[in-house]
């Protein structure tokens, strides 16, 4: 469980804005492709990412494992905001900075590659440089005038929220895995601790990238929380989030993709807490939609045929 402790100045200092800067949505997209989950965007937007990556590109998937912290360092914040600003930010990373937050992310012996960055191989960031402009062309470039209107769209919906119920109606209703209880804003997520803004402020964010909150907080900018898209890009087809809520849809989704999900793996795609991941499951199999079953010191769940006719649309709410 993280802990942001928000003073005055922080409620006074926060700003929703219609998503992530490019970088952040390129890095958080990578991550969502190492994912089995929902589709961030219509039609096969997984295939066709994934035929056209490049040699640097696919190293780019090594840094951004399911389950794991993304380093800090490659989603910089930046006063110049856009894509080759933030790119230029993450080339000149202190050395000391990328290794502790690299052993922080993958413990003392990453893979030879990562090693090598680690120990300030000016070619190896050259790569992944060049890896963040080929991922970020050919996963985004195409898509991004659509996804910008989208998360405009959602930014404007916690804007509403916050204008008709105030600043603590909007951080109360953010994501099942989000708590307000002033002057604390809990969130379940894969770090911990308490973390004290001290005036820097607080930046809401929606991406189609995350099933699960997550936050942002290394550098002298304000906080980002970052929050999941409330609808599918591209359309409002999708009722299982407004039926079951957004944590408990994703849950049906990341199961039906996957066929079978222990409760530690969910937590990890989900980016909750074990214990939270087996509450989500408990409520589901209680409605006839999910099978768990014990298997040694790990539980694996399942979909039954009434949620799988749930997750393919043929089933109605009632």
């Given at each position: 469980m993280l802990r942001l402790w928000l003073d005055y100045e922080d409620l006074t200092r926060i700003r929703i804005t219609p998503g992530l800067s490019p970088l952040a949505q390129t890095v958080l997209g990578a991550q969502s492709l190492r994912g089995v989950g929902p589709e961030p965007l219509p039609g096969a937007w997984r295939s066709r990412t994934r035929a056209g990556l490049t040699g640097p590109s696919r190293l780019l998937l090594d840094l951004v494992p399911p389950g794991r912290w993304v380093p800090?360092?490659?989603?910089?914040?930046?006063?110049?905001?856009?894509?080759?600003?933030?790119?230029?930010?993450?080339?000149?990373?202190?050395?000391?900075?990328?290794?502790?937050?690299?052993?922080?992310?993958?413990?003392?012996?990453?893979?030879?590659?990562?090693?090598?960055?680690?120990?300030?191989?000016?070619?190896?960031?050259?790569?992944?440089?060049?890896?963040?402009?080929?991922?970020?062309?050919?996963?985004?470039?195409?898509?991004?005038?659509?996804?910008?209107?989208?998360?405009?769209?959602?930014?404007?919906?916690?804007?509403?929220?916050?204008?008709?119920?105030?600043?603590?109606?909007?951080?109360?209703?953010?994501?099942?895995?989000?708590?307000?209880?002033?002057?604390?804003?809990?969130?379940?997520?894969?770090?911990?601790?308490?973390?004290?803004?001290?005036?820097?402020?607080?930046?809401?964010?929606?991406?189609?990238?995350?099933?699960?909150?997550?936050?942002?907080?290394?550098?002298e900018g304000p906080a980002t929380v970052v929050v999941p898209s409330s609808r599918p890009i591209g359309g409002t087809g999708d009722t299982l989030p407004q039926v079951f809520g957004r944590t408990r849809a994703a849950v049906i989704r990341l199961v039906g993709a996957d066929g079978e999900l222990t409760t530690g793996t969910l937590a990890a795609r989900l980016g909750v807490s074990a214990a939270s991941a087996s509450q989500h499951a408990t409520a589901l199999r209680g409605a006839g939609l999910l099978t768990s079953e014990r298997r040694g010191k790990t539980v694996h769940h399942a979909l039954t045929p009434l949620g799988e006719r749930f997750l393919r649309g043929g089933e109605s709410p009632e």
């Open positions: 800090d360092f490659l989603t910089p914040y930046t006063l110049v905001p856009g894509f080759e600003p933030e790119v230029d930010a993450v080339a000149s990373t202190p050395v000391r900075r990328i290794r502790d937050e690299l052993e922080r992310s993958y413990g003392p012996r990453p893979v030879p590659w990562l090693r090598r960055l680690a120990g300030g191989d000016g070619e190896t960031m050259r790569t992944l440089v060049r890896g963040l402009r080929d991922f970020h062309r050919v996963a985004l470039a195409d898509s991004w005038s659509g996804l910008g209107d989208h998360l405009c769209a959602e930014a404007s919906r916690h804007a509403r929220t916050m204008a008709r119920d105030g600043i603590g109606g909007l951080l109360g209703s953010l994501h099942p895995a989000i708590r307000w209880t002033s002057p604390v804003l809990e969130i379940e997520t894969l770090r911990d601790g308490d973390v004290h803004l001290d005036g820097r402020g607080l930046l809401l964010m929606p991406s189609v990238f995350v099933a699960g909150p997550r936050v942002l907080v290394a550098g």
